[in-house]
């Protein structure tokens, strides 16, 4: 009985240390990043030093918050973001989810989610952090716990088809500036910044 509760204790134990180059990725990625405000930078840090306190950062059993990844797709004109309806939360955000053992980097996680959620190939990836954001959620393991969450830009190709996954509601293109009723600021100014870099 001790000796199998021992190896379920170091099962987890070796579960929540696993992702070391995606935590190590975390970490170059916002150490790099010229955050565009000091509201941005605030987090930065904050995100950084979560990180850099917790080998299990990046995993979802980590219950007091733990790293995830999205990306805000345009379409090839710039003028259109690709939303999906969160099943959970009720509302249009952007792609994206949780990291897993097998994903090389953030960048990769959030390429990952995005082709998931879009059912679109073909993506392309700016390399690039555009956001972070933290915010309070319940997650799929039903237990109160916060995403820090690292944002991407994508652009889809020219003529791209989209298929609803299962972990969405919805799936639609929204004018950049006719965004759904109901946005919520983080959005908006996610949004914003990748229109804003996607014309520059």
């Given amino acids: 009985m001790g000796r199998a ?3 379920q204790d170091q099962a987890r134990v070796a579960m929540s240390t696993q992702p070391t180059n995606l935590r190590q990725s975390v970490i170059a990625t916002l150490t790099a990043w010229q955050a565009p405000n000091p509201a941005q930078d605030s987090l930065r840090h904050a995100i950084l030093a979560f990180v850099h306190g917790r080998t299990d950062a990046c995993v979802r059993e980590c219950v007091s918050g733990h790293v995830t990844a999205s990306a ?7 003028d259109r973001a690709l939303l999906t309806l969160h099943p959970r939360l009720g509302r249009w955000v952007q792609l994206g989810g949780h990291c897993e053992e097998d994903d090389d980097d953030i960048a ?5 989610e995005a082709t998931e959620e879009s059912g679109t190939a073909g993506l392309q990836l700016a390399p690039d952090l555009l956001a972070v954001h933290v915010h309070p959620v319940t997650c799929s393991l039903g237990i109160p716990t916060r995403h820090l969450d690292l944002q991407f830009m994508a652009r889809a190709p020219a003529g791209a088809q989209i298929a ?7 799936l639609q293109w929204w004018p950049v500036d006719a965004l759904p009723a109901g946005t919520d600021t983080a959005l908006a100014y996610l949004v914003a910044a990748a229109t804003r870099r996607a014309w520059r």
Wanted: no cysteine; glycine share 10%; net charge negative.
């Fill in 5 to 7: 509760a021992g190896s």
């Fill in 72 to 78: 805000l797709v345009l379409d090839a004109s710039g």
């Fill in 108 to 112: 990769a996680a959030a390429l990952r």
């Fill in 164 to 170: 609803i996954s299962d972990e969405s509601h919805d």
